[in-house]
């Protein structure tokens, strides 16, 4: 549980996305989505198991798809999650080395992670894709919802996606700009800048 | 050539002693090696089923129980009371009964793969809270499930409340009554402990934990004709040794339990009793009908006319 | 392969790439070696699909989420306050304090992480004001949060027991003895440095101040009662637990004690989802990579390498005490968790250890080894919240960590300082 959260406060307030124009907008309403799967799922998950507790000591029988349902909110919060925590620059990374280094050094290095980790990114995205058509094609389902297992996976090619194309333009705002960036809008560093947080 | 098997259990349990009956004789009478890979090794039942699909593995034991979501006729071996009792016909059904043989082969071929044998691993056995005779007694008991819609409306028929979890809560929540009983083969229940928390155990006789051998079907397909003779005889030499070895194994294993503790009590039902909980079986085969069509008729038809075959005889 | 893969996950590591790619990489290497090119990366989805499965592991966001409202409340300063009123004045009072209030709060709350904002974040500056040093006191902190890792409930735990299929229900009354074990050394050595230091002791509390104190602080008391009750009283399991808790904390922070505003939940939710996608990514990526190295079959290897199957109970639990250890002191205690466990497994299995015990010196570790420079995250999780330099950070953490790793040769020694409990509870 090593991430780098200075506190609890919420500073993923308002989002600016780095692509232009019409691509920024749609970005901008993927950023609002991700959030809003975050919250709300976190919240159904609570709200569910509850019921399902309250159901089974009150009534004696719990919900047979409980289960079944937070498997689904835990896939879409990963993968919501992942791409807007890559928006934050929020990934949990050991960075005493890097952080060794000069700003020089963090800028290079940054831009070569941040290439690498989009190309991952993307490989995962194609992957998945390959993965969920395979799912599709053998009609597998979930034993208690009934309706077939490809669906519950549609948010993880997408948050890849998301994902790569944020480490994408971090790198490119990298390349750009004099700072060095964790992600399009984090400034790098916690030792010697107290004001940014 | 090295080949890949994966089953869903533990090391020495049924799965297990097949897998490695079927790898000495692949490895006694060919150049061909055989990897076993048990239970959490490559993942749960379903991962490995996907595995085999994809050809990473070429063979996999899967229950038909846990094949369900992917072959919904296989949920038949949950209709409680289709399969005889005693061990002997039992294992003749298995070696003759029609679906087993002829029918089910086809099912798993549309999913690419080639079913070798299916063989039963023993009895299911319910565990309860307090020995329990009847279906009235059954009333209010939550009786951990599989998540499977066709056992849960066997376990409602019976009367009892059905609650799906997962394996690895069920000890937990016996012991803290959150759920009353389960049920499970006697060898599972005493290997896992479960009768130190749920003591008391009925046999209903309402039927058996079974379970399936198969290969790839490309990778079957694709071999040659001294190599699919090879698997086959393998299969058959597996289910000759494993059908010895749970004959006696339901025996061990209660004397196990009765050897560790004092607390446990056995019912076994009586042929009234027994009518009594079979009277509501029909409300099942509805059920798997309901989720199976015409298909899934016929091939409970059949599995009746088999069962009949095998206990004029 | 198994020098291949490791040579890469560390590399880049050590880089400063997000976790989660290492780990892919390595298994996306393993994968190609397997399979002469990338024709089964499905089955790398799959695995990673796998590893967010089990729906246990919704107890981590639930217990994230209750410790959330509770810091933004007033339940952690509540808490704080009882046990200031009560051991504040004695000498080395203002620290035993801490480490007691960490405990505490470790028994409402299954994150290290939040336990050091709740507790440090209000009474690192009432130490430092009162005379201790800065080092000592981020030392203290940071290593008694990590008794919140042993006290139920433990994310730790909820994860070794998700992947190993242990009990969880038992793992958690196991974490009791060595917690409070812990929590006596710790205030032992609180007691010598205030004595060496001369530390002044602060005011004494009226009982009436402390009648005032639990009265405040008898809400969030009652959360263990919740949990403990409800688990072993059969109401819920323990996954079920941390959505009572998320419950139980609502009801306090929004209807009891007003703290809170409603449209909060949002932003509270948000953030708790947030950590959950960046520890839940890495638990899919992992179980991804164990597939991979169980598939070819390396942890048997390396195991009979280093001939642990002949090297008894108590060799295997020395083993799996270093491993864990090492690890940890590089690696995310979670990602060490869910890659060394299943490694271990045969090893444990054979040598028929209880694998309670096992989980529960494995908690330790990971929470030692976090707290063990070089690069234990918990060094970076305190350089992150509190703004001190890395050295400073570390240089109080030596007596900790010996600490910590005679209270882990206690156990192992004396395993019924973990297990007493638990046979009591799960008596017969
Ligand atoms: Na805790
Ligand atoms: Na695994």
Same mark, same amino acid.
């Given at each position: 549980?090593?991430?780098?959260?200075?506190?609890?406060?919420?500073?993923?307030?308002?989002?600016?996305?780095?692509?232009?124009?019409?691509?920024?907008?749609?970005?901008?309403?993927?950023?609002?989505?991700?959030?809003?799967?975050?919250?709300?799922?976190?919240?159904?998950?609570?709200?569910?198991?509850?019921?399902?507790?309250?159901?089974?000591?009150?009534?004696?029988?719990?919900?047979?798809?409980?289960?079944?349902?937070?498997?689904?909110?835990?896939?879409?919060?990963?993968?919501?999650?992942?791409?807007?925590?890559?928006?934050?620059?929020?990934?949990?990374?050991?960075?005493?080395?890097?952080?060794?280094?000069?700003?020089?050094?963090?800028?290079?290095?940054?831009?070569?992670?941040?290439?690498?980790?989009?190309?991952?990114?993307?490989?995962?995205?194609?992957?998945?894709?390959?993965?969920?058509?395979?799912?599709?094609?053998?009609?597998?389902?979930?034993?208690?919802?009934?309706?077939?297992?490809?669906?519950?996976?549609?948010?993880?090619?997408?948050?890849?996606?998301?994902?790569?194309?944020?480490?994408?333009?971090?790198?490119?705002?990298?390349?750009?700009?004099?700072?060095?960036?964790?992600?399009?809008?984090?400034?790098?560093?916690?030792?010697?800048?107290?004001?940014?947080? | 050539?090295?080949?890949?098997?994966?089953?869903?259990?533990?090391?020495?349990?049924?799965?297990?002693?097949?897998?490695?009956?079927?790898?000495?004789?692949?490895?006694?009478?060919?150049?061909?090696?055989?990897?076993?890979?048990?239970?959490?090794?490559?993942?749960?039942?379903?991962?490995?089923?996907?595995?085999?699909?994809?050809?990473?593995?070429?063979?996999?034991?899967?229950?038909?129980?846990?094949?369900?979501?992917?072959?919904?006729?296989?949920?038949?071996?949950?209709?409680? +009371?289709?399969?005889?009792?005693?061990?002997?016909?039992?294992?003749?059904?298995?070696?003759?009964?029609?679906?087993?043989?002829?029918?089910?082969?086809?099912? +798993?071929?549309?999913?690419?793969?080639?079913?070798?044998?299916?063989?039963?691993?023993?009895?299911?056995?319910?565990?309860?809270?307090?020995?329990?005779?009847?279906?009235?007694?059954?009333?209010?008991?939550?009786?951990?499930?599989?998540?499977?819609?066709?056992?849960?409306?066997?376990?409602?028929?019976?009367?009892?409340?059905?609650?799906?979890?997962?394996?690895?809560?069920?000890?937990?929540?016996? !012991?803290?009554?959150?759920?009353?009983?389960?049920?499970?083969?006697?060898?599972?229940?005493?290997?896992?402990?479960?009768?130190?928390?749920?003591?008391?155990?009925?046999?209903?006789?309402?039927?058996?934990?079974?379970?399936?051998?198969?290969?790839?079907?490309?990778?079957?397909?694709?071999?040659?004709?001294?190599?699919?003779?090879?698997?086959?005889?393998?299969?058959?030499?597996?289910?000759?040794?494993?059908?010895?070895?749970?004959?006696?194994?339901?025996?061990?294993?209660?004397?196990?339990? !009765?050897?560790?503790?004092?607390?446990?009590?056995?019912?076994?039902?009586?042929?009234?009793?027994?009518?009594?909980?079979?009277?509501?079986?029909?409300?099942?085969?509805?059920?798997?009908?309901?989720?199976?069509?015409?298909?899934?008729?016929?091939?409970?038809? !059949?599995?009746?006319?088999?069962?009949?075959?095998?206990?004029?005889? | $392969?198994?020098?291949?893969? $490791?040579?890469?996950?560390?590399?880049?590591?050590?880089?400063?790439?997000?976790?989660? @790619?290492?780990?892919?990489?390595?298994?996306?290497?393993?994968?190609?070696?397997?399979?002469?090119?990338?024709?089964?990366?499905?089955?790398?989805?799959?695995?990673? $699909?796998?590893?967010?499965?089990?729906?246990?592991?919704?107890?981590?966001?639930?217990?994230?989420?209750?410790?959330?409202?509770?810091?933004?409340?007033?339940?952690?300063?509540?808490?704080?306050?009882?046990?200031?009123?009560?051991?504040?004045?004695?000498?080395?009072?203002?620290?035993?304090?801490?480490?007691?209030?960490?405990?505490?709060?470790?028994?409402?709350?299954?994150?290290?992480?939040?336990?050091?904002?709740?507790?440090?974040?209000?009474?690192?500056?009432?130490?430092?004001?009162?005379?201790?040093?800065?080092?000592?006191?981020?030392?203290?902190?940071?290593?008694?949060?990590?008794?919140?890792?042993?006290?139920?409930?433990?994310?730790?735990?909820?994860?070794?027991?998700?992947?190993?299929?242990?009990?969880?229900?038992?793992?958690?009354?196991?974490?009791?003895?060595?917690?409070?074990?812990?929590?006596?050394?710790?205030?032992?050595?609180?007691?010598?440095?205030?004595?060496?230091?001369?530390?002044?002791?602060?005011?004494?509390?009226?009982?009436?101040?402390?009648?005032?104190?639990?009265?405040?602080?008898?809400?969030?008391?009652?959360?263990?009662?919740?949990?403990?009750?409800?688990?072993?009283?059969?109401?819920?399991?323990?996954?079920?637990?941390?959505?009572?808790?998320?419950?139980?904390?609502?009801?306090?922070?929004? @209807?009891?004690?007003?703290?809170?505003?409603?449209?909060?939940?949002?932003?509270?939710?948000?953030?708790?989802?947030?950590?959950?996608?960046?520890?839940?990514?890495?638990?899919?990526?992992?179980?991804?990579?164990?597939?991979? @190295?169980?598939?070819?079959?390396?942890?048997?290897?390396?195991?009979?390498?280093?001939?642990?199957?002949?090297?008894?109970?108590?060799?295997?639990?020395?083993?799996?005490?270093?491993?864990?250890?090492?690890?940890?002191?590089?690696?995310?205690? @979670?990602?060490?968790?869910?890659?060394?466990?299943?490694?271990?497994?045969?090893?444990?299995?054979?040598?028929?250890?209880?694998?309670?015990?096992?989980?529960?010196?494995?908690?330790?570790?990971?929470?030692?080894?976090?707290?063990?420079?070089?690069?234990?995250?918990?060094?970076?999780?305190?350089?992150?919240?509190?703004?001190?330099?890395?050295?400073?950070?570390?240089?109080?953490?030596?007596?900790?960590?010996?600490?910590?790793?005679?209270?882990?040769?206690?156990?192992?020694?004396?395993?019924?300082?973990?297990?007493?409990?638990?046979?009591?509870?799960?008596?017969?």
């Amino acid at each position: 549980m090593s991430e780098n959260i200075p506190e609890l406060e919420d500073d993923t307030g308002t989002f600016e996305s780095g692509l232009p124009g019409f691509l920024g907008t749609i970005d901008g309403w993927i950023a609002n989505a991700e959030a809003v799967i975050l919250a709300a799922g976190i919240i159904l998950m609570a709200i569910n198991t509850c019921v399902n507790v309250v159901a089974r000591f009150v009534f004696g029988e719990g919900f047979f798809f409980s289960g079944e349902i937070n498997r689904i909110l835990i896939i879409l919060v990963t993968f919501a999650g992942i791409g807007y925590a890559a928006r934050y620059g929020r990934h949990i990374r050991m960075s005493a080395v890097y952080d060794a280094l000069p700003t020089k050094g963090r800028k290079v290095l940054m831009i070569f992670i941040a290439l690498f980790t989009s190309a991952v990114m993307f490989f995962l995205c194609y992957h998945s894709y390959g993965y969920i058509e395979t799912l599709y094609s053998r009609g597998r389902i979930l034993p208690a919802l009934g309706f077939e297992i490809w669906w519950i996976y549609i948010w993880v090619p997408v948050g890849f996606a998301v994902t790569g194309i944020q480490y994408f333009l971090t790198a490119i705002k990298n390349f750009t700009s004099e700072d060095v960036y964790l992600s399009t809008g984090v400034v790098d560093g916690y030792a010697d800048s107290e004001s940014e947080v | 050539a090295n080949w890949r098997y994966a089953h869903e259990e533990y090391e020495g349990d049924v799965q297990d002693v097949y897998a490695y009956k079927f790898k000495e004789y692949i490895e006694d009478n060919s150049d061909h090696t055989l990897q076993i890979y048990r239970f959490g090794e490559l993942g749960e039942s379903d991962d490995i089923m996907e595995q085999t699909q994809a050809g990473i593995l070429n063979f996999v034991n899967q229950s038909p129980g846990f094949t369900g979501a992917l072959i919904p006729e296989a949920q038949i071996f949950f209709i409680p +009371y289709l399969m005889p009792t005693d061990i002997n016909t039992v294992i003749e059904f298995f070696r003759e009964s029609k679906a087993i043989n002829e029918d089910f082969p086809k099912l +798993y071929a549309e999913n690419d793969l080639e079913l070798l044998q299916m063989y039963p691993e023993g009895e299911f056995v319910i565990t309860l809270d307090e020995p329990v005779t009847t279906p009235e007694g059954m009333k209010n008991k939550k009786i951990r499930v599989m998540t499977n819609p066709l056992l849960s409306e066997t376990y409602s028929a019976f009367g009892a409340t059905p609650t799906p979890l997962p394996w690895g809560e069920v000890y937990g929540a016996l !012991q803290t009554n959150m759920i009353n009983g389960q049920e499970n083969p006697i060898f599972w229940i005493e290997s896992g402990g479960l009768y130190e928390v749920s003591p008391n155990l009925v046999y209903t006789g309402h039927g058996w934990f079974t379970t399936a051998a198969m290969a790839n079907k490309n990778f079957y397909d694709g071999l040659p004709k001294e190599d699919k003779k090879l698997i086959q005889d393998a299969a058959d030499y597996a289910f000759e040794k494993i059908i010895t070895h749970i004959d006696g194994l339901a025996d061990e294993a209660l004397a196990k339990i !009765q050897a560790a503790s004092d607390e446990v009590t056995v019912t076994r039902l009586n042929d009234e009793q027994i009518e009594a909980f079979k009277a509501r079986a029909p409300q099942v085969e509805k059920k798997f009908i309901e989720m199976t069509g015409q298909g899934g008729k016929d091939l409970l038809n !059949q599995f009746k006319k088999d069962l009949e075959d095998v206990q004029k005889n | $392969m198994a020098t291949i893969l $490791m040579l890469i996950m560390i590399g880049l590591l050590l880089l400063g790439f997000p976790m989660m @790619i290492p780990l892919t990489t390595a298994a996306v290497v393993g994968f190609v070696m397997m399979f002469d090119g990338f024709g089964q990366m499905g089955t790398f989805i799959q695995q990673m $699909m796998g590893g967010i499965r089990p729906a246990s592991l919704i107890a981590v966001p639930m217990f994230i989420l209750a410790a959330d409202i509770m810091t933004r409340g007033q339940s952690a300063d509540r808490l704080i306050n009882m046990v200031m009123a009560f051991i504040g004045h004695i000498k080395g009072g203002l620290a035993i304090s801490t480490a007691t209030s960490c405990t505490l709060f470790g028994a409402v709350s299954g994150s290290t992480q939040a336990t050091v904002v709740a507790v440090g974040s209000p009474l690192r500056p009432k130490m430092l004001k009162a005379g201790y040093s800065d080092s000592f006191t981020l030392a203290l902190i940071i290593n008694s949060s990590d008794i919140a890792f042993l006290i139920p409930p433990s994310i730790g735990m909820i994860i070794y027991g998700v992947i190993s299929q242990t009990s969880i229900a038992e793992l958690f009354i196991a974490g009791v003895g060595p917690g409070i074990l812990i929590l006596f050394m710790f205030s032992l050595y609180c007691l010598f440095y205030a004595y060496k230091n001369n530390v002044p002791t602060e005011p004494k509390a009226s009982w009436r101040e402390r009648a005032v104190s639990v009265r405040d602080a008898s809400w969030p008391l009652f959360f263990p009662v919740i949990i403990v009750g409800g688990i072993y009283g059969g109401i819920f399991s323990p996954t079920e637990a941390a959505a009572v808790c998320v419950l139980y904390a609502f009801l306090l922070e929004f @209807i009891v004690f007003r703290s809170l505003k409603l449209g909060e939940i949002y932003k509270i939710a948000k953030s708790t989802g947030l950590i959950t996608a960046v520890v839940f990514i890495l638990v899919a990526v992992g179980n991804g990579f164990s597939w991979i @190295i169980s598939f070819a079959q390396i942890p048997q290897a390396i195991l009979e390498s280093v001939g642990v199957n002949e090297a008894g109970p108590i060799g295997v639990l020395i083993a799996i005490c270093v491993a864990f250890f090492v690890a940890c002191m590089f690696v995310d205690p @979670i990602v060490v968790i869910l890659v060394l466990t299943p490694i271990f497994a045969p090893a444990i299995q054979a040598t028929g250890l209880d694998p309670v015990l096992v989980g529960v010196l494995i908690t330790l570790q990971v929470a030692i080894g976090s707290a063990t420079p070089p690069f234990g995250c918990d060094i970076f999780t305190a350089i992150a919240i509190f703004k001190r330099p890395y050295l400073e950070v570390i240089r109080g953490t030596p007596p900790f960590i010996i600490m910590l790793i005679v209270a882990a040769g206690l156990i192992i020694a004396f395993p019924q300082i973990a297990l007493f409990l638990r046979d009591l509870a799960f008596a017969d």
